[in-house]
């Protein structure tokens, strides 16, 4: 929605993602301000390229999780989130070709339990392994009075390189090529204001066994929304090696209608089929209980496609 309204509800009574306190509007025109302060860099892109000469570039990219954090408090389960803290910035910098070469994380709290970091380090390493990059190094900053008890904010960091001829830029894209979205995990690390708005309205608790299932088992509510991002590098490294990507898109903030217009050339849009592929039971259930508009919840959620490549028609079917 580009309402700032501060209340939870469209005009058409369903809730919002404005509603929930986010407004995608004012992220967007923040990057237009940032981008007229700095010529010089090619602010608004999943990641910056940066020559290093040898005709090759670093890629760089940084993230956070958001208010997915706040689930990882109420169900005291940490060892997860560093997976969706590379996840966001190494999925970031593939849209550009790059292969990841180090990460770097900021861990902050009002009281450094370690215990706690431990876990969170942990899946960080995980993370960083399946994405055959090293974790390099990173800041924990010990802050008493700024955090609530007990929680913790993080922010990452990642960083690859990419010869010229592998960049993927979009500026090749034309009319009849097709997109090929990969499928997500669930609702990665978008979204949690407005589904930790939608929790509370369904009055289930995180240890309720969520409705009808969700393919995976009999896994509770919490356990659905925690479930980690997705990494997609060895994917999109892969199918680059084979074939042309001309674009790729990582379904982050913003979903469908913000992320995909980002690789398109001017004068470009695409046309999406609904129904040619599976949305995952969580967003049907999210969309169900908050009585969310089919436009807000693409502009929102991955609704089950993680990352887009877009490649020729002739490609497409290989």
Known sequence: SSSSSSSSSSSSGGLTYAGAGVDIEAGTELVRRIQAMNPRG?????????PIGHDRFLVAGTDGVGTKLKLAFDMDAHDTIGVDLVAM?????????AKPLFFLDYFATSKLDVDKAEQVVRGIVKGCEESDCVLLG?????????YGEGEYDLSGFAVGMVHKDDVINGKGISPGDKLVGLPSSGVHSNGYSLARKVLKVSGLDLDSPFPGGDGEGDPTVGEVLLRPTKLYVKDLL???????VKGAVHVTGGGFYDNIPRVLPGGLGVRIYSGSWE?????????????IADEEMFRTFNMGIGFIMVVSAD???K
């Open 238 to 244: 892969k199918v680059h090696g084979k074939i042309k």
């Open 279 to 291: 949305v995952l039971p969580v967003f049907k259930w999210m969309q169900s209980v908050g009585s």
């Open 138 to 146: 990173g800041e924990t900053a010990e802050m008493p009075g700024f």
């Open 42 to 50: 090619d602010i608004g892109g999943f990641g910056g390229l940066f």
């Open 315 to 317: 490609d497409a079917e």
């Open 89 to 97: 910035s190494v999925n970031d910098i593939i849209t550009l070709g």
